[in-house]
């Protein structure tokens, strides 16, 4: 018997409320602050070389959750003092799956989930018998999942200092290297407090001062998931993380080398609103799911199971298509190409993915996946896109670019640091660096 669930305005108050408790414990439980990681192991040492010294500086800044149109729906006089200096994008399109570990990755690596390790939020690694968590602390901080070589990476084994105040991948040494600074994820910690250190190190003598940094804002998602992407609450904190760039602009200014400092301004992944009076479709009224690894968001879900049956992914398949008025299941060799899920045993034995507004679920007791906003739905649904702004002496400006990959971000940083990027890399240089990427302007973001 289909059940007649249906999503309403009055569940979207319930689901918010519950939210926000959860947000509150898990913040308490399980999220402190620790000092910079100075140990430098194979890379710095906290020291730039010599001619690290002469390289300008390049601040990588997400916001999460801010889709590719909230700067003209919103009031950002911060973020356009960035457009109007430098260049913009149409939006920036995610990776699959449009989750926040595996697009930051991909932005800080320039690869697709299925070369650099991050597939998802929450994914097995068969080889290792163990599972990755973005909850999990011991994961999140375990190298062992991360494949790639991250910005920061390629920075401090070039001789050149980096810091993080948050950024996917910054809380684990990577080929046995951290960033300089680097801070355990926190979202008590205030905006102004992970401006005001940037500034700082900005501000240290050149032999130390970093020359990479990533910098994180989780404001706009947690508004839109839990109040939705349209309301009030939402434009509130877009308004409020508008205000920390203009605080680091302001900081910047104040700096004697001001002009060399690039700024890159982006998103993950965009934001999207569940259809009204919908009818979940609920995975357990049509297929058995004993045994069965089940990873769901609401606006997706993905199984995990015994490969003893190899059989059983392929039915499950076709029985979902054939009953379903608004998603369809994948397996990973018939999935869209431009997911690119090609070939990492981490990725779902069968991918559900609903059309964009439309919720699945895999039991009617997961009802709490749903919330007044998401994102998890397919990359090429405009709703999940993100934007992406950059200005600085190294930035062409009054650029008005396209749609742009988000894995052709690495690349153009490597092109602003004068670094060497790795063998393996699915972004394109030609995509972004190319058109973007100028040693000559040296157009400052910042009035002097």
Request: net charge negative; charged share 20%.
């Amino acid at each position: 018997m289909r059940n007649a669930f249906r999503i309403t305005h009055r569940h979207r108050a319930w689901v918010r409320a519950a939210s926000v408790s959860m947000a509150v414990l898990f913040a308490a439980a399980c999220c402190t602050q620790t000092q910079p990681a100075d140990s430098g192991l194979r890379g710095s040492g906290g020291v730039n070389s010599k001619p690290q010294q002469a390289k300008p500086y390049l601040v990588l800044v997400s916001i999460d959750g801010f889709r590719w149109d909230y700067m003209d729906r919103y009031p950002t006089p911060g973020m356009h003092r960035i457009a109007a200096a430098g260049s913009r994008a149409e939006r920036l399109l995610p990776v699959f799956p449009t989750l926040t570990f595996p697009n930051h990755y991909s932005i800080a690596t320039g690869l697709y989930p299925a070369h650099h390790g991050l597939v998802a939020n929450d994914f097995p690694d068969p080889e290792r018998d163990k599972w990755y968590s973005l909850r999990n602390r011991e994961t999140v901080e375990d190298p062992g999942f991360y494949a790639g070589e991250p910005i920061w990476v390629s920075a401090e084994t070039q001789g050149m200092v980096a810091a993080a105040f948050f950024f996917v991948g910054t809380e684990a040494p990577i080929m046995g290297v951290p960033p300089t600074h680097w801070r355990s994820y926190d979202k008590k910690i205030p905006g102004t407090a992970r401006v005001d250190q940037v500034l700082a190190w900005l501000a240290d003598a050149p032999q130390h001062r970093p020359h990479v940094y990533t910098l994180y804002f989780e404001d706009v998602d947690d508004s839109s998931h839990w109040y939705g992407p349209d309301s009030v609450e939402n434009a509130g904190a877009i308004g409020r993380v508008d205000a920390y760039m203009g605080r680091l602009l302001d900081g910047i200014e104040k700096l004697p080398h001001a002009d060399d400092v690039n700024i890159i301004l982006l998103s993950d992944h965009g934001q999207g609103a569940y259809v009204e009076n919908q009818r979940p479709y609920v995975l357990a009224d049509y297929v058995n799911l004993d045994g069965a690894r089940i990873v769901e968001g609401g606006s997706y879900l993905f199984l995990h199971l015994d490969h003893d049956d190899p059989g059983r992914a392929a039915a499950i398949a076709a029985t979902v298509n054939a009953g379903w008025d608004h998603g369809h299941a994948y397996l990973p060799a018939d999935a869209p190409a431009q997911w690119h899920v090609d070939g990492n045993p981490g990725f779902p034995d069968v991918i559900l993915m609903p059309e964009t507004g439309y919720a699945v679920l895999s039991r009617m007791d997961k009802v709490g996946k749903i919330n007044a906003g998401d994102h998890g739905w397919a990359p090429e649904s405009p709703a999940m896109h993100g934007f992406f702004v950059a200005c600085g002496p190294n930035i062409t400006p009054g650029l008005s670019l396209g749609a742009v990959k988000n894995i052709d971000i690495y690349p153009l940083m490597l092109s602003i640091l004068g670094l060497q990027g790795p063998q393996l890399m699915d972004g394109d240089a030609a995509g972004l660096a190319d058109i973007l990427y100028t040693d000559r302007s040296k157009q400052t973001c910042f009035k002097q």
